[in-house]
């Protein structure tokens, strides 16, 4: 399809406004899919890293208690 100029191109024959918003509201699910995968990822990390640490601090506790009941 040719178009005469950047107007009859923005309308699209009549359909302009169904065209422009369907590609606005694809284009703005893409995004939030994006940003949410993102932002779940984020969130994820940063329970793994409380995790770990949560087990590293029980392991450390575990050792620390071992010690004390030997020396009694």
Known sequence: MQFDSFQSFLAMGGYGLYVWLSFGVGLLSL????????HSRRCLIEALRKEQ??????????QNGE??????
Request: zero cysteines; hydrophobic letters at 40%; glycine letters at 4%.
């Open 31 to 38: 995004l939030l899919l994006w940003w949410h995968g993102l």
């Open 53 to 62: 640490a949560r087990q590293t601090r029980i392991r450390a506790s575990q």
């Open 67 to 72: 010690k004390h009941e030997s020396k009694a």
